[in-house]
Nanobody, 126 residues
Framework: QVQLLQSGGGLVQAGDFLRLSCAAS????????VGWFRQAPGNEREFVAT????????IYADSVRGRFTISRDNAKNTVYLQMNNLEPEDTAIYFC???????????????????WGQGTQVTVSS
């Protein structure tokens, strides 16, 4: 069992930045790919970014590519999502998730993830 505890988030203005953290307990994250997803009011949960087990492979949604960066520190059992140049359209609840995968896999589909964080609100004002 993996518990994921998220931190970061908050209310910022357009153009600002935030960093979300996703810290694991219970088991080491090194056996898991980790993804970030988000859900805005009235919308379905959507993929944001994912990173494979050793951090060598990352995939981003088109809407965030070039602005967001996913990274991980396996020694700290933590994955990060650096969000720069935030836009009002980025307003959502953000979730991290862990997927037990082969080393090179970085899943995009949410149903492939086994464990989820509690979610954290990001609000970007214009």
């Amino acid at each position: 069992q993996v518990q994921l505890l998220q931190s970061g988030g908050g209310l910022v203005q357009a153009g600002d930045f935030l960093r979300l953290s996703c810290a694991a307990s219970g088991r080491t994250l090194i056996a898991y790919a980790v993804g970030w997803f988000r859900q805005a009011p009235g919308n379905e949960r959507e993929f944001v970014a994912t990173i494979n087990r050793n951090g060598g492979r990352t995939i981003y949604a088109d809407s965030v590519r070039g602005r967001f960066t996913i990274s991980r520190d396996n020694a700290k059992n933590t994955v990060y999502l650096q969000m720069n140049n935030l836009e009002p359209e980025d307003t959502a609840i953000y979730f991290c998730a862990a997927a037990l995968t082969t080393p090179d896999t970085a899943p995009v589909a949410s149903f492939l993830y086994d464990y989820w964080g509690q979610g954290t609100q990001v609000t970007v004002s214009s």
